[in-house]
């Protein structure tokens, strides 16, 4: 039977025993959810630079938001603290709204989560959203800067998902159920769901099996030694 993994792009290379490159076959990547960097409204940072020079200002006193223990905003935070040298506290919730809440009403100072958590408050002036953690912008949010373009290049997350079938599949079984995974990302009505969700939905060359091989093994080289170093593990 297939399985579809929320990976996340700090791709965990073990799982509940399982090791997730070597026991399972690629069949396909699907949408991915970058992260939007967030703070609460009467903070004094007006761009992505400002708020980087303001987090290495207050270090300690920095409340960051995540969605819990081993959720991709937790290694956004853990990113935030090796790059800017900040000692930041993360504050650990149980999903991206009660942290949005707190966002909002000033209790915790910054949030970096999943553009879905904040595409309906892009012109809301309870808080201040300043780049998108990816190397293009949101279609979604046309406005706002990628950190690349904000002044932090290479501050780069998302959530990404796929779909993956027990080890020793027919490949045949592979190129049908891949098959059937690409038709439906082409879907008009799927395609435009997905990006009412904030989502970002992968071009063509990268819908392949082998092309999910090849991204996944990149993630995990790339995520796991920061998720290791700072001992985070899944819940």
Not at 15 to 40: N, Q, Y
Not at 56 to 71: E, Q, R
Not at 115 to 121: A, K
Not at 130 to 135: D, E, L, N
């Amino acid at each position: 039977m297939p399985t579809q993994c929320s990976a996340g792009s700090h791709g965990f290379a073990r799982v509940e025993g399982r090791d997730v490159v070597a026991d399972f076959e690629p069949v396909a990547l699907l949408p991915d959810t970058p992260l939007l960097i967030a703070s609460k409204r009467d903070l004094p940072a007006r761009n992505l630079q400002e708020l980087v020079a303001w987090v290495k200002a207050n270090g300690d006193k920095v409340l960051v938001g995540t969605s819990g223990v081993g959720t991709s905003p937790h290694v956004a935070g853990v990113m935030l603290q090796q790059r800017t040298g900040a000692p930041v506290r993360l504050v650990h919730y149980r999903g991206g709204e009660p942290a949005l809440t707190d966002l909002i009403a000033g209790h915790i100072d910054l949030d970096m989560n999943q553009s879905s958590v904040f595409l309906p408050y892009l012109k809301d002036d309870r808080i201040r959203i300043y780049a998108v953690m990816a190397s293009t912008r949101l279609p979604q949010a046309p406005d706002v800067p990628t950190v690349d373009e904000a002044g932090l290049p290479d501050f780069h997350l998302s959530s990404w998902n796929g779909i993956w079938a027990s080890k020793g599949t027919p490949k045949e079984a592979i190129q049908k159920l891949n098959a059937a995974a690409v038709a439906a990302l082409n879907d008009p009505a799927i395609r435009k769901r997905f990006t009412d969700l904030g989502q970002v939905i992968p071009s063509a060359d990268r819908l392949t099996p082998d092309a999910l091989a090849a991204y996944q093994k990149a993630e995990v080289a790339k995520w796991w030694p920061v998720v290791k170093a700072a001992n985070i593990k899944a819940e």
